[in-house]
C-alpha cells in the first residue's frame, strides 16, 4: 500500500521582491519562506524556501496559514507542493509591495537567511496597519473592501457544478453573502431588469429568461455599485427556476467584479 503523505501546515514569513529566471525570459519568481508549525518555533527545520511563480503567490499573503501539498518533484530534486489557504491573515492596508522588500537569493547561509527575515518581517511591520473587518457601512474605502475580497477562499466555502467536460469551482449565493455581509456591511441588492427571448427570435427549447442586477456597496467615498446579467432556459430542468438561477448568476458576477472570487474566473 502506497505511503500517504499528509499535508504541512504552515504559515507565510516572508515574501521577496520577484526576480526574473535566467532559463524563461519574462517569467519572475518569488522566493517565499514558510514556516512548519508542526517543527519548533524558530529552528531551521522549521523554515521552508520556495520560488513560487506570479499565479502562485497571487493566491496567498504574508501571514496567511496555508498547507503545502505534496505535487511530485521539481526538475532541481525538490519536493514540489500545491498552496492551499486554510487561514487567511488579516487584511494589510496601505502595503506598497512594490518597496516593500528585496530579493533573497537561494544560495544564502542559515544565518544568512536568519538576519533577512528578521529584516524583512521590520519592513512589513513598519508599512502595515492592520485593522480588523469594518464594524459599520463605510467605514473601508473601495480599496480596502476589494482588497479583502479579493483573497482566495478555503475550499470548503466553493462548491462545483460540471460545464461539458469540466468542472468549475463557484461561490454560491448564500456564501457570497455572508462575506459581503462581514467586509462589506450595508450592501443591498436590486434587480434593474427581466427580459426574455420569444419563440421568434429562438427555437422553444432554446427560450431563455436574461435578469439585470446591482449590487451596491457603501464605502467611505459613498455609496459605489456594479451591475451584472445572469441568464437561464426557461426550460431548466436542474435545481431552482430560471428567474432564481439568473439572479444567482447576477449576484456572484456584481460581486465578482468588486474583487470576490474574480480568481475562479481567470483561473476559468
Given at each position: ?27 519572475f519568481y518569488y522566493p517565499t519562506l514558510f514556516i512548519d508549525l508542526s517543527k519548533p518555533e524558530g529552528s531551521e527545520e522549521a523554515k521552508i524556501w520556495k ?68 529584516t524583512l518581517n521590520q519592513t512589513y511591520e513598519q508599512l502595515a496597519t492592520v485593522k480588523p473587518a469594518p464594524s459599520a457601512p463605510s467605514e473601508w474605502s ?127
Amino acid at each position: 500500500m502506497a505511503k500517504v503523505i499528509s499535508p504541512i501546515a504552515a504559515r507565510v514569513e516572508v515574501i521577496g521582491k520577484p526576480k526574473e529566471s535566467s532559463y524563461q525570459p519574462g517569467q519572475f519568481y518569488y522566493p517565499t519562506l514558510f514556516i512548519d508549525l508542526s517543527k519548533p518555533e524558530g529552528s531551521e527545520e522549521a523554515k521552508i524556501w520556495k520560488s513560487l511563480s506570479s499565479q502562485e503567490i497571487s493566491q496567498i499573503a504574508k501571514g496567511d496559514t496555508v498547507e503545502l501539498v505534496l505535487a511530485g518533484r521539481n526538475k532541481n530534486g525538490t519536493d514540489k507542493h500545491n498552496i492551499v489557504v486554510i487561514h487567511p491573515a488579516a487584511v494589510a492596508m496601505d502595503l506598497d509591495p512594490d518597496s516593500a522588500v528585496s530579493a533573497v537569493p537561494q544560495s544564502e547561509t542559515a544565518s544568512e537567511r536568519q538576519q533577512d527575515v528578521q529584516t524583512l518581517n521590520q519592513t512589513y511591520e513598519q508599512l502595515a496597519t492592520v485593522k480588523p473587518a469594518p464594524s459599520a457601512p463605510s467605514e473601508w474605502s473601495l480599496s480596502q473592501i476589494q482588497e479583502a475580497l479579493k483573497r482566495p477562499l478555503p475550499q470548503t466555502m466553493l462548491a462545483t457544478r460540471k460545464q461539458g467536460d469540466t468542472i468549475l469551482e463557484y461561490i454560491p449565493w448564500h456564501t457570497v453573502s455572508r462575506i459581503l455581509d462581514k467586509y462589506a456591511p450595508g450592501w443591498t441588492w436590486q434587480i434593474t431588469g427581466i427580459h426574455t427571448t420569444s419563440s421568434s427570435e429562438a427555437s422553444a427549447a432554446e427560450n431563455r429568461l436574461f435578469l439585470t442586477g446591482r449590487l451596491t456597496i457603501p464605502t467611505s467615498e459613498g455609496n459605489l455599485y456594479r451591475e451584472a446579467t445572469g441568464t437561464e432556459l426557461l426550460t431548466c430542468s436542474g435545481y431552482g427556476d430560471p428567474s432564481s438561477n439568473a439572479e444567482s448568476m447576477a449576484f456572484r458576477r456584481c460581486a465578482a467584479k468588486f474583487g470576490l472570487g474574480l480568481y475562479l474566473y481567470e483561473k476559468d
